[in-house]
């Protein structure tokens, strides 16, 4: 079974619920797909068994022994990543889009095109079964391609390792990467949070996840920090007929937990946080 945890924005405590559900009850294959900002084996501290270089894209690099500084490439290029610095012109990997202008504008044949090979795939073992990840290096591009490459991954471990559960953190949003991230999952769990921007953000996830025809519910964080909008967030739920899997109150504990590398479930496993995790994932494993 693949479950997804997602959320229209950032912020919502996303990460927090899943690294709760990854350390609940039985193994599990976790899933770190936010690859822009990769933060669960922090939480997890893996043994790293194995690391696969992820190409992703190119970008321009002037040849300082051909390049005359006629300015061409500076004057052409859109993502202004062309720079000027004692007498040199260079570029700026984390501005250049590989989009090759440069290099066909240089009279001088002084600019190539290297690839992008800083992102890694991370593959190894938690405390709670086995866990992959991907880091995309700032500037680096393609994100929902390796997602992909994480997700497939993550089948070829659970078949190896007869682990049946994917427990997969989304990025946040409603973008490629997301997309890459629950396509084909048997179950998504959106995390909103009681505010204007997450509750029009829900409406968001919610329009991309119903397209996608997979089985959802909500689960509502610090619902105790607005709770006029929580039961606005409620109310709409009832009447579209989505499933409210249930409502975490905020707790100062769940940074904490984090602080020492746990999960709230780990650190304190008899607060009302750590209960109503424990029944929604108990809930869905039954
Ligand atoms: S276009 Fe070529 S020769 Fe001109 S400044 Fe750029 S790298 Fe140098
Ligand atoms: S490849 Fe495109 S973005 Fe990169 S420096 Fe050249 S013109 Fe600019």
Known sequence: MQIAVIS?????????????????????????????????????????????????????????????????????????????????????????????????????????LVKNDKSRMHSGSFRNGKMIYGRLEPGEENSGKLVAMVRDKCREVSEKSGIDTILIDSPPGIGCAVISSITGTDRIFIVTEPSLSGFNDLKRTLELVSSLGIKHSVIINKYDLCPPLSDTIEDYCREKNILLSGKLPFDSEVVHAMVNCKSIVEWRPDSQISKTLTKIWEKISE
């Open 8 to 112: 229209g924005k950032g912020g919502t405590g996303k990460s927090s619920i899943t690294a709760a559900f990854a350390t609940l009850g039985n193994e599990v294959v976790l899933a770190d797909c936010d690859v822009d900002a990769a933060n669960m084996h922090l939480i997890m501290n893996p043994q790293i068994e194995e690391s696969t270089v992820y190409v992703a894209g190119e970008k321009a690099v002037i040849d300082q022994n051909l390049c005359s500084g006629c300015s061409m490439c500076y004057d052409y290029c859109r993502f202004d990543a062309v720079k000027f610095s004692d007498g040199k012109y260079y570029i700026d990997e984390v501005s250049c889009d590989g989009c090759r202008l440069c290099s066909r504008v240089c009279q001088e044949k002084a600019i190539s």
